[in-house]
């Protein structure tokens, strides 16, 4: 492997070709741990030419520079290297180029499976409220003839009418119809039809009146062979993990559940980088909008198939995700998201057509995108509560937290409701840290230090490659104890200097994988992080007209906030000084609470109606912030 130092234009001039006149040139690059090849540009970066290649290569900070999770190794080739510095084994994809054909490895950091997604949702053995907008009943039609030549949708709606009056005059979706005439003649004229109740059902339903088809007649969105089943798929659309769970629509059962990774990390692990690349280019969106919804149509084909369904058997989905997750998904603009005051498209729940998004469900199946409340508190936060009303609505002070890349809080006193967002960044979850990555095989999840020696708990019992988000709070708050890093964040023993910074070294270099470090720019970006959200929770307080003293219970919600160590929160401050009784680890509250509104419309409508209720704080409009993020920057106890 080599690299060069020298510019395009320099190189250019050297074939004896003025820059501005120059093709670009192209090499290939092939990565075998993934089995994949692409072409890529000399005027791009290699995660550049990946990210356009679809290609995955994780990059929590968007391709800045500024954190280590991209690292690559030049196993054959010339590449151009951004940056000065010593040459090193392991270099960033972001700030390399190609010169000629090039062979490369990934850091094993990035190629573990996850293996945390956020799928426990509580109660995953217990059928849900069940009243789904969707129905379904077989028809038996009689066969066409010349005696009998109506059209094959008619036959439907007159063999359903038998039994289901108000299916007489239902419409029929054009893309279901299509579907129609193979299925009625493989299946000796038995079809099984899928129909969307009428809007004014849904409405009545929340006001607890008698429903009816009166007002607009029930659609038939979908046709399937007789007897299949009736599947609905509700997705908890995170920034850095997807969890999906697949519902059986007549009985209310999970079937099964399965997480990823967000397609979009390739675009950056926090918001802001993905809004800025959708706000600076439409080609762009329009990739990270495909990106999304490749990730949906994968979970919907795994999980069907796992139970032995199509994907054409989902005949409803909903989703949550925040805000910006939400408007990517739709296709919306973005960029209004990127500056205050934030405002988004809308904060109603939206159904928008499944197959206008790309989905390959039901021909006429819908997606939901749960109500938001505003700000970047979306509609994940919204399932969130939904799913834990129960805990929030008894008596007392009650604190809802999901902690992750983007923290959402709502602080809970009687029927006041208070919401907010934290920009805590991806550090919580191992973005933008040096040695940062997802909950995989092979992260250092707990971390203490024994007689000087700091000893590491790894997912999985394998090698450690890497520190994922519970390891980044454990291994800070076990250097905060043994006094390696003072109370104003600075590393003060066990350090020694890479690349000019300061670090602590928990697993040295080894020939194919690279050291795993906690550096000082790290233990910044946690700062900032658990700042701003103790910052948040402060004046959710102020905002109530109390203190965090009166909590009378923490609800810690996601998978992230699952596998907190408690004592650790509370150590370095990201976490009031309660006692730890008062905190309760519910596991991924929005993935339970968007199952709910996927199973019942009462509680979809009820998931609107609590948005409504919130009153969003944006903390940045506080006179009082700044002073109160500082105060909260250190480690003191």
């Known amino acids: 492997m080599s690299w060069d130092a020298a510019s395009d234009a320099g190189l250019q001039a050297q074939d004896g070709v003025p820059p501005a006149a120059a093709a670009v040139r192209t090499h290939r690059v092939f990565i075998a741990t993934l089995a994949r090849e692409f072409e890529a540009r000399e005027d791009e970066t290699l995660l550049a030419a990946a990210r356009r290649a679809g290609v995955r290569i994780v990059a929590a900070c968007g391709g800045r520079g500024s954190c280590g999770s991209c690292m690559v190794r030049i196993s054959a080739g010339r590449v151009h290297r951004d940056g000065a510095g010593n040459p090193r084994t392991w270099l960033r994809a972001c700030r390399i180029s190609a010169r000629?054909?090039?062979?490369?490895?990934?850091?094993?950091?990035?190629?573990?499976?996850?293996?945390?997604?956020?799928?426990?949702?509580?109660?995953d053995d217990a059928a849900l409220p069940l009243e789904p907008l969707v129905a379904e009943a077989t028809a038996a039609c009689s066969a066409a003839?010349?005696?009998?030549?109506?059209?094959?949708?008619e036959r439907v709606r007159r063999a359903l009418a038998a039994t289901q009056p108000a299916l007489a005059a239902a419409s029929v979706d054009a893309a279901a119809a299509a579907e129609l005439p193979p299925l009625l003649r493989a299946h000796d004229w038995r079809v099984s039809a899928r129909w969307r109740l009428p809007l004014d059902a849904a409405i009545a339903v929340e006001a607890q009146a008698e429903v009816r088809s009166a007002g607009g007649a029930p659609r038939l969105i979908g046709f399937a062979r007789p007897d299949a089943p009736l599947l609905g798929l509700a997705v908890d659309l995170g920034t850095t993990n997807a969890a999906a769970f697949l519902l059986d629509l007549k009985t209310g059962m999970r079937l099964?559940?399965?997480?990823?990774?967000?397609?979009?990390?390739?675009?950056?692990?926090d918001l802001i980088s993905r809004i800025n690349h959708a706000a600076g280019s439409p080609a762009v969106a329009a990739r990270m909008r495909a990106a999304a919804v490749a990730g949906l149509d994968a979970l919907a084909h795994d999980l069907a198939r796992a139970v032995g369904a199509e994907p054409g058997d989902i005949a409803d989905i909903a989703v949550c995700?925040?805000?910006?997750?939400?408007?990517?998904?739709?296709?919306?603009?973005?960029?209004?998201?990127?500056?205050?005051?934030?405002?988004?498209?809308?904060?109603?729940?939206?159904?928008?057509?499944?197959?206008?998004?790309?989905?390959?469900?039901?021909?006429?199946?819908?997606?939901?995108?749960?109500?938001?409340?505003?700000?970047f508190v979306?509609?994940?936060?919204?399932?969130?509560?939904?799913?834990?009303?129960?805990?929030?609505?008894?008596?007392?002070?009650?604190?809802?937290?999901?902690?992750?890349?983007n923290t959402e809080i709502s602080l809970v006193q009687g029927d006041r409701l208070w919401s907010t967002s934290c920009p805590s960044g991806p550090a919580l979850e191992g973005g933008h840290i040096a040695s940062g990555m997802r909950a995989a095989e092979g992260a250092i999840e707990r971390v203490r230090i024994d007689d000087g020696v700091p000893k590491l708990g790894v997912i999985g019992g394998a090698r450690p490659v890497g520190l994922c988000g519970s390891g980044v709070l454990d291994a800070l708050a076990a250097f905060v104890g043994a006094g390696w890093i003072d109370a104003r964040g600075r590393i003060r023993q066990h350090a020694r200097i890479v690349d000019g910074v300061r670090a602590i070294t928990l697993v040295e270099e080894i020939d194919d994988t690279p050291a795993v470090r906690f550096t000082?720019?790290?233990?910044?970006?946690?700062?900032?992080?658990?700042?701003?959200?103790?910052?948040?929770?402060?004046?959710?307080c102020t905002?109530?007209?109390?203190?965090?003293?009166?909590?009378?219970?923490?609800?810690?919600?996601?998978?992230?906030?699952?596998?907190?160590?408690?004592?650790?929160?509370?150590?370095?401050?990201?976490?009031?000084?309660?006692?730890?009784?008062?905190?309760?680890?519910?596991?991924?509250?929005?993935?339970l609470g968007v199952q709910q509104m996927l199973a019942s419309r009462t509680r979809r409508a009820r998931a609107a109606a609590i948005a409504r209720r919130c009153r969003c704080v944006e903390l940045s409009a506080r006179s009082d912030f700044q002073k109160t993020f500082l105060q909260h920057i250190g480690f003191e106890t």
Not at 100 to 123: H, I
Not at 145 to 153: E, I, K
Not at 380 to 398: F, K, M, N, R, Y
């Open 100 to 123: 000629s054909a090039l062979e490369v490895e990934l850091a094993p950091r990035s190629l573990a499976p996850v293996v945390r997604a956020d799928v426990r949702s509580g109660g």
């Open 543 to 591: 905002q109530a007209g109390t203190h965090t003293g009166t909590i009378d219970r923490v609800l810690l919600a996601g998978a992230f906030g699952a596998y907190l160590d408690i004592g650790a929160c509370i150590a370095i401050g990201l976490l009031p000084p309660l006692p730890r009784e008062r905190v309760q680890q519910v596991g991924n509250a929005a993935g």
């Open 520 to 540: 000082q720019h790290d233990v910044r970006a946690v700062q900032l992080a658990k700042s701003a959200i103790r910052t948040g929770v402060q004046l959710l």
């Open 378 to 405: 979306g509609g994940d936060h919204v399932a969130a509560l939904l799913a834990t009303e129960a805990l929030w609505s008894q008596p007392g002070t009650t604190l809802v937290m999901d902690v992750g890349t």
């Open 256 to 269: 099964a559940s399965l997480g990823l990774e967000n397609p979009q990390v390739a675009w950056g692990a």
């Open 145 to 153: 003839s010349l005696a009998d030549p109506v059209p094959d949708a």
């Open 321 to 375: 995700g925040n805000t910006a997750m939400q408007h990517l998904l739709a296709g919306w603009p973005v960029a209004q998201l990127g500056r205050a005051p934030f405002v988004a498209v809308t904060h109603d729940a939206v159904d928008l057509p499944a197959r206008a998004l790309g989905l390959h469900v039901a021909a006429g199946a819908n997606v939901h995108l749960a109500a938001s409340i505003g700000g």
